[in-house]
């Protein structure tokens, strides 16, 4: 490289009217690119954080969802006693039958309603899922029409805050306690007493049997017995892998993500293209000037690349600075994000999660643009004739 | 007296544009010697050809035929690369616009040539300081071109032609941009570079006042030497 960088970026600084357009519509794709893939990010480590090593899922053969799920209780008898469960001080089997139903609540003011997980567990629930800790109030009562909310729910939905009372299926409810579920799926749920959800929602069998291994060895001996048991058409997966699966909607994010990036991107490609070309034409008798001191052809596009590229960059340096400001914004106002998952068609909430890896991706796609934009501006200054451009007033 | 060393050896040059099916002479078989440390004016009428004559000789066009040695070299026969380090190497220009970059400093437009040598950044700034101070313009050398007036941008371009140390500086009518007084100091520059620097310089004008600074002038006519 011959020719100072200081000379390509006073001139971008120097044209900041034209290059002004282009720096915005570059730091706009980076900002919505990095925008929506930390939504994804966000979602999908919701989903990855969910779930105990030690843990088991236990749902029906063949459910995508434990709300499609059935697991009946002839099936957990002959589950709970086999030797590969844990037990607690009192020689109880750690298990828990849950029943998962949805539920239609009305949002905060007055936002329309919204399909909402409702979780009856056993009373070993809450401690085989040690994530989740209680903020506010109490735990619910067995045998009582009580309910316990994540906050962030509760920050959404009407009535569920504590000693409010919420109507679903056709009873009223009584929020006692709130729950922070610790960035995991659980913060898009409604816990109560599993026998009381089965008898409020009308149920016979429960969705899903949450189990705790006493090893490792045990649990793929676990896995092994239920698998080969003909009577038990019951399929078995770690809960952290269980959970992982279930937040297939991230994919989504990503695609619409990755397809809004690029649409725009042909958009900023032609902005910059436009700028570089605008650029060429005003400076065409320094390029002749250039060309006559000596600087080869190569260096005249080289040039023009990397100044094409320095004006993408800055785009992308806005865009991730847009995206980051956003980011602490929604911290620091304790902004939710809430989407409807494609696997159990229930809401579930998320927070942006801009990692550094995003970052990068962001600036590497911006520089790309500016690179592929300025790469026919280029190639025509470094091929205009000498004479001629030195004739251009 | 030892008979001077010609630097520019110029034989039966001619130069054909072809616009469509009309063909234009643009010089016409000629044949010329310039020697070392020679000031020498090219003039005639617009169209004559002195243009595409100093283009020739500068490196920056080639003829129809002919040939064009500078320095033994024939730059006719070189090619694009091989010509642009040559002119590098040695060749000054000045136009008759300034041509500065307008984003760099003086200083930086007279370093410009030298980012393509191999010295050291100490070694073009002393380089750069040297040629500004020739042109008496050591005290701007952090300005702007569009914080000077038009004269000493042009001994910008004079610096920026000489820093390099090139045997021949070609000038394009250097003053045709200028007001009489700035006319005059940047045609003393010229004649002192040839007079006490014992650089060729070739200059094209059409004003008879500035072809007067030179040491010898020839008139060209459509694409022929007059005299």
Redesign the interface.
């Known amino acids: 490289m011959k020719l100072p960088i200081r000379y390509n970026i006073r001139n971008v600084i120097v044209r900041w009217r034209s290059t002004l357009a282009t720096i915005i519509g570059v730091a706009l794709v980076v900002a919505v690119y990095i925008l929506i893939q930390s939504l994804a990010a966000g979602l999908e480590k919701s989903g990855r954080n969910t779930g105990d090593p030690r843990n088991l899922m236990i749902v029906r053969k063949g459910s995508t969802a434990e709300s499609s799920s059935q697991v009946n209780r002839m099936q957990l008898q002959t589950i709970q006693y086999l030797p590969q469960i844990a037990r607690d001080a009192d020689g109880k089997p750690l298990i828990s039958a849950d029943l998962v139903v949805l539920v239609s609540l009305p949002r905060r003011e007055g936002a329309g309603e919204a399909n909402v997980t409702m979780r009856g567990i056993s009373p070993k629930g809450a401690e085989l899922r040690p994530q989740v800790r209680l903020v506010e109030g109490r735990w619910f009562t067995p045998g009582k029409r009580e309910a316990v909310v994540s906050t962030k729910m509760a920050q959404r939905f009407a009535n569920t805050e504590v000693g409010g009372v919420f109507k679903t299926g056709g009873q009223e409810l009584r929020v006692v306690g709130l729950f922070d579920g610790g960035d995991t799926a659980f913060d898009s749920e409604i816990w109560m007493d599993a026998d009381e959800a089965r008898s409020l929602f009308d149920r016979e069998n429960y969705s899903s049997a949450l189990v705790r291994m006493t090893s490792p060895e045990a649990a793929a001996e676990f896995v092994k017995r239920l698998e080969s048991d003909k009577r038990l058409p019951l399929r078995v997966d770690p809960e952290i892998a269980y959970y992982s699966e279930q937040t297939r909607t991230s994919k989504m994010f990503q695609v619409i993500g990755m397809f809004l990036a690029v649409s725009m991107s042909i958009g900023a490609f032609f902005a910059a293209m436009n700028t570089m070309y605008a650029s060429v034409g005003a400076r065409t008798r320094e390029i002749g000037t250039l060309r006559v001191l000596g600087f080869r052809r190569r260096t005249i596009l080289l040039s023009f690349i990397v100044e094409g590229a320095i004006l993408a960059g800055i785009g992308g340096v806005i865009g991730c600075a847009v995206s980051f400001a956003l980011q602490s914004l929604s911290v620091a106002l304790g902004w939710q994000f809430g989407t409807m998952s494609f696997n159990t068609f229930s809401e579930v909430v998320f927070q942006f999660r801009i990692t550094p890896q995003l970052a990068v991706q962001g600036l590497i796609f911006a520089v790309l643009v500016g690179v592929v934009g300025s790469l026919f501006p280029a190639i025509r200054a470094s091929r205009l004739p000498v004479i001629a451009a030195l004739k251009v007033v | 007296m030892p008979e001077p060393e010609t630097i520019v050896a110029i034989r039966n040059l001619s130069k054909v544009y072809s616009q469509g099916e009309i063909q234009v002479t643009a010089l016409n078989n000629i044949s010329l010697d310039i020697a070392r440390g020679e000031f020498l004016t090219l003039m005639g009428p617009s169209g004559s050809g002195k243009s595409t004559l100093l283009?020739i000789i500068?490196g920056?066009?080639r003829p129809t035929s002919g040939e064009c040695r500078v320095q033994g070299v024939n730059v006719t026969q070189l090619n694009?690369?091989e010509l642009?380090?040559w002119?590098?190497?040695n060749v000054g220009?000045v136009?008759q616009?300034f041509?500065l970059?307008?984003?760099?400093t003086a200083f930086?437009n007279v370093e410009?040539?030298l980012?393509?040598t191999k010295l050291s950044r100490k070694q073009r700034q002393q380089l750069v300081s040297t040629a500004l101070e020739i042109v008496g313009l050591a005290d701007r050398s952090h300005h702007l071109p569009r914080q000077l007036s038009g004269g000493q941008e042009q001994r910008v371009a004079i610096a920026?032609a000489l820093v390099t140390d090139p045997s021949l500086v070609v000038a394009d009518e250097p003053t045709g941009n200028l007001d009489s007084h700035s006319a005059q100091e940047v045609l003393t520059v010229l004649q002192s570079l040839s007079r006490t620097a014992n650089k060729t310089v070739i200059m094209v004008t059409h004003d008879p006042k500035a072809a007067a600074y030179g040491s010898r002038s020839i008139h060209l006519e459509k694409g022929e030497l007059s005299n």
């Open positions: 283009h500068a920056i066009d694009e690369s642009a380090d002119r590098n190497q220009f136009f616009t041509n970059i307008p984003v760099l930086e410009l040539p980012l393509l920026r």
